[in-house]
């Protein structure tokens, strides 16, 4: 087919328990058939021996013919019916039927299926190789695409994940300092919704639907994963060491103006100065500070 086809169902198949009794008669009488011809012809009644033998005999390819357009069709699973080159519709609903028996019958599964992708080594945003892997869940939607639009739906669904997933790979770094910025290290969700949006567009032509599409894997690759772990850890230093100094500033501006609020004590900039430097020692250090007696005045 050129151009993409789309799915039908079959229309009126037959009973298959009706026609299985009506096989099973036709198959019967045309044994009984030959059997009886044959004794009539021993007994000199060859007219009607030789035409219930010949009967018999057309009678018994009859019976494969009803044989062979039976088809079950288990839950969740269907039939692509061919007759000659041409689709005429799936068989979707479960149960026992019959059809034309020259119709070819391709069997589709209806059930959600998982494909775990391999670990593909790819680079992000930034040109740094990284590890990456993912799941998806998906079933056939469309049987007549998934059947005639592609060679191999379940190779092109393994194809198309990787192939996406290169993609959206490329369009993110693996890590970022700002919370804004999309990463796919820090932004889970919306790296998932993505790839899922993605795959459901890459996967279209062939009849597929995307039941879920998440990452399994995300690393850095070995040659430079030490690396990439100390920037890690030289940045989180950074970033808490931001957020102390913030604070402490914070602080400091607050206690200098809570003690000219209260009037504890008229401080001239000098001495400013010197208790804001003596505050930001306190609180962005490290270590515990031992408390220093002044017996004397800055003023020398």
């Known amino acids: 087919m050129n151009a993409p086809s789309h799915e039908i169902l079959y229309r009126n198949p037959g009973h298959g328990l009706g026609r299985l009794f009506l096989g099973i008669l036709l198959l019967l009488g045309s044994i009984a058939g030959i059997i009886f011809g044959g004794i009539l012809c021993a007994h000199q009644r060859a007219d009607v021996g030789g035409t219930l033998i010949v009967l018999g005999v057309l009678g018994i390819p009859g019976a494969v013919l009803v044989f062979c357009g039976l088809v079950l069709v288990n839950p969740n699973q269907s039939k692509v019916v061919t007759l000659f080159g041409n689709y005429k519709g799936t068989l979707r609903k479960d149960g026992f039927f019959w059809v034309n028996p020259f119709s070819l019958r391709r069997p589709i599964s209806l059930r959600a299926r998982n494909f775990n992708s391999d670990k593909l080594k790819v680079n992000d945003l930034r040109g740094n190789p990284i590890e990456i892997g993912a799941v998806v869940v998906w079933r056939v939607a469309d049987t007549a695409q998934a059947a005639f639009d592609v060679e ?65 894997h995300l690393a850095y690759a070995p040659e430079i994963a030490g690396a990439m772990l100390q920037r890690q850890q030289a940045e989180a230093i950074i970033d808490a060491r931001t957020r102390i100094v913030e604070g402490a500033v914070g602080m400091v501006h607050l206690a200098l103006e809570q003690l000219k609020k209260h009037d504890v004590v008229e401080l001239d900039e000098e001495r400013k100065a010197q208790m804001v430097s003596n505050l930001l020692v306190v609180l962005c250090s490290e270590r515990g500070t031992q408390p220093v007696l002044n017996a004397g005045t800055i003023y020398g």
């Not at 919306?190 to 879920?212: C, F, H, K, S, Y």
């Open 152 to 216: 191999d739906f379940e190779s092109y669904v393994q194809v198309q994940t990787e192939s996406a997933l290169r993609h959206m790979a490329s369009q993110h770094p693996y890590d970022s300092p700002h919370d804004t910025e999309v990463s796919l290290r820090g932004s889970s969700d919306t790296v998932n919704a993505e790839l899922q949006t993605e795959l459901t567009t890459r996967l279209q032509r062939a009849g597929i639907e995307v039941l879920e599409g998440r990452l399994s």
